[in-house]
């Protein structure tokens, strides 16, 4: 996403977007394809494609002043790498970081790093020093390890989690017997996953008082309100962009007439409120 | 409310049927798909050559048997497997995507050069059905670069088809956009089609804007999913897979700044177009 359709996606009523991971360097990203449809969801191996740090911090500078709510997602080898990313992006404006430390389909910058608690910690103790803004870490559904995990990033300076990035998936088109992503192994998004990622937010907010971005599955208003009751402070949407930018207007509406049928004033009184029972 | 269903978009394996050599670097390919049939001028399909690649071609002719083509110059690994395709070779395809171009009663001019004509050439059989009145440039390099003249001559007949060449070497010397402001004016031209090199397009998009013309191009960006989501093919805040690949010249209005410019590669920094 650049920022251009980043501050499309606000337009149309984001709250907020994230941008792609960034990088230290330019990534190209894995060959086509990259993506594909199944009948239970997408899986996707981008492979982190990204224009690196420096010139995403120029396409940022260019929106100084307009103050565009764009969560800006970054990667890295280690915390070494992530914290050379926070200083070439610091100096911007905008309002927070999202670490992704749980891509499941690029080698020594994803779920190696992110299912290890210690490095995890590390990498947020290396993000936290170099930054007053506010961190969520995006976590990996893919280990048992998950709230190990989110605890190292809290006690190290999270001020927040995102879960759940994709679940690692494969697809082989059997016509020509091959793996269909050019580099087979990729992430699965989309409805498929959305009652893992429920699970995952139930279990977070109990265990952390910090903000959960609730991220897996979410296409329409329903999927949001239950993302919400599991703890969800906000929610996050990336295949449902399939339906058009007008998902994001659909699912606003679609929860200001929830709240309004259930007599909620402020969005924050339903987050959690699946834990009552 | 329905949960979200992407399974239409699963690649659909088909046989090749023939392939068929156009020039000395630009092939035919044909393939049966009902649902690339159905496509209307202008839009597009994604083409997976297994082992290679994935990408967006634009379908160059279909009927109602369901017969299809996409024609293909090699510019990387998967264009190449793909020209060098052999009857009964496996490919995949998915869509078709993107907006059409508009076809309406009027007096048209479609202006393409190298693998650019490949949308034009439906276009040009639908346009010449509701009535239009069309003419075609067909551009190319130099003689043994020059697509679908017959098919086009065919369609269109023969006083209506205009050749140009950059070296002189077949009919009128130098670029299709030279012709086509020539003819703008003398044919009363309201719409103008295009699709070829973004630099040509853009020449022409200026000629018609100066002109008060209607103006359609279908452009092309590094494209990943087809379908709204990756946000790789970006030509401002618009998405080519769901916005184009046809855009009128009201809809490029706001992204002179890099249309027939510049354009971002696969990692999202600007490149030369």
């Known amino acids: 996403m650049t920022v251009d359709s980043l501050t499309r996606a606000i ?24 993506l594909v449809a199944t009948d239970s969801g997408l899986v996707n191996a981008v492979g982190l494609a990204n224009p690196g740090a420096r010139v995403f911090s120029e396409e940022l500078s260019a929106v100084r002043g307009k103050h565009l709510p764009v969560i800006v997602s970054i990667f890295g080898g280690g915390p070494t790498e992530f914290g050379r990313v926070v200083e070439m992006l610091d100096g911007n404006e905008f ?37 007053k803004k506010p961190i969520f870490a995006k976590l990996s559904a893919n280990t048992h390890k998950m709230v190990e995990v989110a605890k190292a990033a809290v006690d190290s300076g999270a001020d927040g989690l995102t879960a759940i990035n994709t679940m690692r998936a494969m697809t082989i088109e059997v016509e020509t017997r091959r793996p269909t992503l050019s580099h087979k192994f990729g992430g699965l998004s989309g409805a498929a996953i959305r009652p893992i990622a429920v699970a995952r937010i139930y279990e977070l907010h109990q265990a952390f008082k910090v903000p959960i971005i609730g991220c897996g599955g979410v296409s329409t208003w329903e999927h949001a309100v239950e993302m919400m009751l599991a703890g969800a402070a906000a929610v996050e949407m990336g295949t449902a962009l399939y339906q058009g930018y007008g998902v994001f207007q659909e699912v606003n509406r679609g929860i200001q007439n929830y709240m309004a049928r259930k007599k909620f004033k402020r969005v924050q009184e339903i987050v959690g409120l699946g834990h009552k029972f | 409310m329905l949960d979200l269903d992407i399974s239409s978009e699963k690649i659909r394996i088909r046989k090749v049927l023939k392939n068929v050599r156009e020039t000395r670097n630009i092939n035919t390919v044909f393939f049966t798909d009902e649902a690339s049939a159905s496509a209307k001028p202008g839009q597009f399909v994604m083409v ?17 048997k369901g017969v299809c083509s996409v024609t ?23 869509g078709p995507y993107g907006h059409s171009y508009t076809v309406e009663k009027g007096s048209a001019l479609l202006v393409g050069g190298g693998t650019g004509l490949a949308p034009l050439l439906p276009l040009a059989k639908v346009l010449a ?6 003419a075609a440039v067909i551009g190319g390099r130099s003689k043994v670069d020059i697509l679908f003249e017959k098919q086009f001559k065919r369609v269109l007949k023969r006083k209506n088809v205009f050749v140009t060449t950059d070296d002189g070497s077949y009919g009128r010397p130098g670029f299709p956009t030279d012709l086509a402001e020539e003819l703008i004016r003398e044919r009363k031209v309201t719409r103008v089609y295009t699709c070829g090199p973004e630099v040509m397009m853009r020449k022409l998009y200026d000629v018609c804007a100066g002109a008060g013309v209607d103006y359609e191009a279908s452009l092309e960006r590094s494209m990943k999913c087809g379908m709204g989501i990756c946000g790789s093919c970006t030509l401002g805040k618009k998405l080519l897979c769901r916005d184009g690949a046809i855009l009128s010249g009201e809809a490029l209005k706001d992204s ?16 030369k177009v």
């Open chain 1, 11 to 34: 337009e149309a009523g984001a709250g907020a977007a994230v941008s792609k991971s960034i990088g230290l360097e330019p990534r190209e990203g894995y060959r086509n394809p990259t």
């Open chain 2, 72 to 94: 293909v110059k090699p510019w990387g690994p998967g264009s190449s497997a793909l020209v060098g395709a052999r009857r009964g070779d496996l490919i995949g395809v998915r």
């Open chain 2, 48 to 64: 997976w050559e297994p082992g290679y690649d994935e990408f967006p071609m634009s379908l160059s002719n279909y009927d109602a």
């Open chain 1, 95 to 131: 309002p927070a970081y999202e670490l992704n430390l749980s891509c499941p389909h690029v080698e020594g910058v994803g779920t190696e790093i992110g299912h290890d608690p210690e490095v995890v910690a590390s990498v947020v103790k290396a993000v936290r020093s170099r930054t």
């Open chain 2, 256 to 271: 002179l700044d890099e249309f027939g410019l510049l354009q971002r590669d696969a990692s999202g920094r600007y490149i």
């Open chain 2, 129 to 134: 059905k509701a009535g239009s009145r069309v």
